[in-house]
């Protein structure tokens, strides 16, 4: 089974108006995606899906005009010899850096797709996995900054439809954030777990006055004070109150950065996003790398449909999976373009699709409906 064929396929939509979420990189204006199709000579067709990288344009072209013609002829079952060829032409020398290392995670995904397809499991199967009920957080663009009053309606809504954990955004005023922990915590009880995301936004002040009042709100983690490569507040960070792990890991890419992580022992949470760090194969290679020292994974995941599917069939198939972040926003057609990725049930779990293949049926026909909005989809952080 060769691959014949790979194109993207980039897809945007707007927020309306008074629907915008506020965070620690800023007031999001739109989101998009980048669709990947891989055809192969067998007449089997895969489609995975990489993050845009805020420049989805450039992502489907980078699919498009260099992986298309380097891995087309390929072996499409050749998991590792595709990875292989396309980190050595592409990630491993003047090739784009974290640009490629998006664009070869929706080829990654496609073929993975394929490959379940061609054996008629569904994606969990093949990874080695089983069917399973796998505890899910409210998260995605959701619960940003607004008066503490709308937030715990906003937060109790997603318990009420059975969310045991939600996440909230921080990395405002340390003073604002621990208001809205705080009226959150006293709204929903010490029976929902609270998870709080910086999105890089403090400095390490803000996390040496931030975190006595994070122990004792009990908040699960503290994710991404910092931006990804400011390794050295990260280890500086994880001396100052041991009760509240960081978490880490959507910003960075491939085994390899998450193995320098390893080596720091200060990010204790790993948040790979199928779609940005390398595809499926790369996420089972960090979770097993993970694994070995003990550290759960409790994946990213944006913003699209399938990379969710995804994500929930690498949980079921990992022996250190933690969360899988549901994506609750409000407004996000892109995750529900193809049908329902996940169901929340009352448990606060959701369960991999039994379809084989990931498990989402494409109609590529709905493309039509969102076409590629170029330009900044956040606000600058004001
Ligand atoms: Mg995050």
């Not at 379940?116 to 505890?135: D, I, Q, T």
């Not at 491939?254 to 200060?266: C, S």
């Not at 609750?328 to 193809?338: E, G, H, I, K």
Request: include cysteine; glycine fraction near 10%.
């Amino acid at each position: 089974m060769k691959i014949d064929s790979i194109t993207a396929t980039p897809l945007s939509f707007r927020f309306p108006e008074g629907k915008a979420v506020a965070m620690g990189i800023g007031t999001a204006r739109k989101r998009d995606v980048v669709i990947v199709k891989v055809q192969t000579s067998d007449g089997l067709v895969g489609y995975g899906e990489s993050h845009p990288g805020r420049s989805p344009g450039a992502v489907a072209s980078v699919i498009n005009n260099t992986f298309g013609p380097l891995l087309q002829g390929m072996d499409a079952c050749d998991v590792s010899g595709v990875w292989d060829l396309a980190h050595r032409m592409q990630l491993a020398s003047h090739g784009l850096g974290a640009g490629a290392a998006l664009a070869l995670s929706g080829i990654d995904m496609a073929l993975w797709d394929i490959r379940a397809k061609a054996a008629n499991m569904p994606l969990y199967r093949m990874l080695g996995g089983k069917s399973k009920r796998v505890p899910a957080y409210a998260g995605g663009v959701a619960l940003g900054y607004q008066d503490p009053e709308y937030l715990v309606v906003e937060a109790q809504g997603y318990v009420d439809q059975g969310y045991r954990a939600i996440k909230l955004r921080i990395g405002d005023t340390t003073a604002k954030d621990i208001a809205r922990i705080t009226a959150v915590r006293d709204a929903l009880g010490d029976n929902i777990a609270i998870l709080a995301d910086a999105n890089t936004a403090y400095t390490l002040a803000d996390v040496r006055q931030i975190m006595p009042a994070l122990a004792e709100l009990k908040v699960g983690w503290l994710e991404e004070p910092f931006p990804c490569n400011d390794f050295a507040s990260y280890r500086l960070a994880a001396q100052i109150n041991p009760l509240v792990p960081i978490a880490a890991g959507e910003n960075h890419y491939t085994r390899y950065e998450f193995a320098r992580l390893i080596e720091d022992r200060a990010v204790v949470i790993f948040q790979p996003d199928l779609s940005k760090t390398g595809g499926v194969t790369e996420a089972m290679r960090i979770a097993a790398l993970a694994s070995a020292w003990r550290i759960p994974i409790n994946p990213h995941s944006s913003a699209g449909g399938i990379n969710l599917a995804s994500t929930i069939h690498f949980l079921a198939a990992i022996d250190n999976g933690g969360y899988f972040e549901a994506c609750v926003s409000q407004v996000n057609p892109l995750r529900d373009m193809f049908g329902s990725a996940f169901e929340i049930g009352k448990d606060g779990c959701v369960e991999p699709l039994e379809t084989p293949g990931i498990g989402l049926e494409i109609d590529e026909s709905i493309f039509a409906s969102f076409p590629l909005i170029d330009g900044l989809g956040f606000d600058e952080k004001t």
